[in-house]
C-alpha cells in the first residue's frame, strides 16, 4: 500500500499553495503564486483539470494535475492519443526534498490514472534536471524538445 494519497485542492489550500510556489526550489518553474493560486481557483468550479494536494502519511507536501492533453489545444501532444493524459506538479514543502518522494508521489499517482487512461504525459521545462529526474524515475521517458504553445520548448515525457 502507498503512503502517499491525493485530495481535491479546495479554497483553503489556496495559502498554502501560494507558500509553496514561493519556495526557492521551485522559483522559475512556475508562475507567481498570486497568479497560479487564482488560475487554480478559476478552475476549481470547472470539470476540465483534477487538482489535487498530495499527502504523504496524511501531511500535505505537494501538488499535482491532470487533464486531458488536448484540451488547451498543446502543440506538443498534438501526435498523442486523444485520450492521453497530461500532468503537471511540484513538490511544495522543502522538508519533503531530498528523500525520494518527488518520484514516490508521481508515480502513485500515475498508477491510478493509468487504471483509465493508458497514456500519461508530462512536459518538464528542460533545464528543470530535478523535475526530469524524478519522473524518469517514476517511469516516465523522454520523447523529445518541442515547443509548447507560448513558444518556449518543453521536454515531453510519456509514462512507459
Not at 485530495?7 to 509553496?20: C, G, H, Q, S, V
Not at 492533453?69 to 513538490?91: E, M, V, W
Not at 508521481?106 to 490514472?113: G, N, P, Q
Request: with cysteine; hydrophobic share 40%.
Amino acid at each position: 500500500m502507498s503512503d502517499y494519497a491525493f485530495r481535491p485542492i479546495t479554497r483553503a489550500d489556496l495559502a498554502m499553495f501560494k507558500d509553496w510556489l514561493a519556495q526557492p526550489h521551485i522559483d522559475g518553474w512556475w508562475g507567481d503564486g498570486g497568479t497560479e493560486a487564482r488560475l487554480v481557483e478559476e478552475d476549481m468550479d470547472k470539470d476540465v483539470v483534477d487538482m489535487r494536494i498530495a499527502q504523504h502519511n496524511g501531511t500535505d507536501f505537494a501538488y499535482i494535475q491532470d487533464y486531458n492533453a488536448h484540451a488547451f489545444g498543446a502543440p506538443q501532444y498534438a501526435d498523442q492519443p486523444k485520450s492521453a493524459r497530461a500532468i503537471d506538479t511540484f513538490l511544495g514543502d522543502p522538508a519533503f526534498l531530498g528523500q525520494g518522494h518527488g518520484a514516490g508521489y508521481i508515480a502513485a499517482r500515475v498508477a491510478e490514472l493509468r487504471r483509465h487512461f493508458p497514456c500519461v504525459l508530462t512536459d518538464p521545462d528542460p533545464a528543470n534536471l530535478r523535475a526530469i529526474a524524478a519522473y524518469t524515475r517514476a517511469g516516465f521517458v523522454p520523447l523529445d524538445i518541442r515547443p509548447c504553445e507560448d513558444g518556449d520548448l518543453v521536454q515531453v515525457m510519456r509514462h512507459a
